[in-house]
């Protein structure tokens, strides 16, 4: 789905791919992740102790471009914006999701087979994929309605076989018992008032004062 979906924006116009971005109906830029430029960003993070704010840095990234995405294709079910949030995550670069099991307003369950980014890193005692995480938490608020976190749940540079995500509502992970895990992995108790605040007052035309205030914040925890 993935490839045929970019062709069709691309062979109208829609899209365009130059000098490293992707222009979409000249109002919305993304900015294409090489995979090795992702894992050297990932690993000195880590190498920080601050794996926290490259979650948060990309859930909300994830949260604004799948929110520019929503109104420019206006998209109206959780179905649609799911779909395409998937498809540009996949254009970006890093891996080819598959979904496992998917509930709107709960839950989304997927796999990256092939994951440059963990590939690439090498081994690890526990997931390293806080880009891959964080984005698709931010994205899956616009999907599931609410404040989302994800959990990686195996990851290939562990020795698993595959990476495995899970996009979940407080409720959802609460009931599943990754609740926990969430608050300890991402140091949720500083981060939640930054994703909540986002959630909860972002709109383009506020962009600039927005974002303006949540760098603040964001800075208090470096």
Avoid at 5 to 10: D, R
Avoid at 72 to 83: A, G, H, I, V
Avoid at 136 to 159: F, P, T, W
């Amino acid at each position: 789905m993935g490839v045929s979906f970019l062709a069709k924006l691309i062979l109208s116009g829609a899209l365009k791919l130059d000098e490293g971005r992707i222009n979409l109906k000249n109002q919305l830029d993304f900015l294409l992740t090489p995979a090795l430029f992702a894992t050297q960003i990932t690993k000195y993070f880590i190498s920080q102790g601050k794996e926290d704010i490259l979650y948060l840095i990309s859930w909300i990234n994830g949260y604004i471009s799948n929110y520019k995405i929503k109104m420019l294709f206006n998209l109206d079910t959780p179905e649609k914006m799911y779909r395409i949030g998937m498809d540009f995550g996949e254009s970006m670069g890093i891996g080819l999701y598959k979904t496992h099991d998917y509930h709107p307003g709960r839950y989304t369950h997927f796999v990256i087979r092939t994951n440059p980014i963990a590939e690439l890193y090498g081994k690890s005692d526990r997931p390293i994929d806080y880009i891959i995480a964080g984005g698709m938490a931010g994205g899956g608020c616009l999907v599931h309605n609410d404040i989302c976190q994800n959990v990686e749940i195996r990851c290939k540079s562990c020795s698993s076989d595959v990476c495995e995500f899970l996009t979940g509502t407080p409720r959802e992970l609460k009931s599943r018992n990754l609740w926990k895990e969430v608050q300890v992995r991402y140091n949720l108790k500083e981060i939640l008032p930054i994703q909540k605040y986002l959630y909860e007052e972002y709109n383009p035309q506020e962009e600039q004062r927005i974002l303006q205030y949540v760098f603040e914040e964001l800075s208090k925890l470096e």
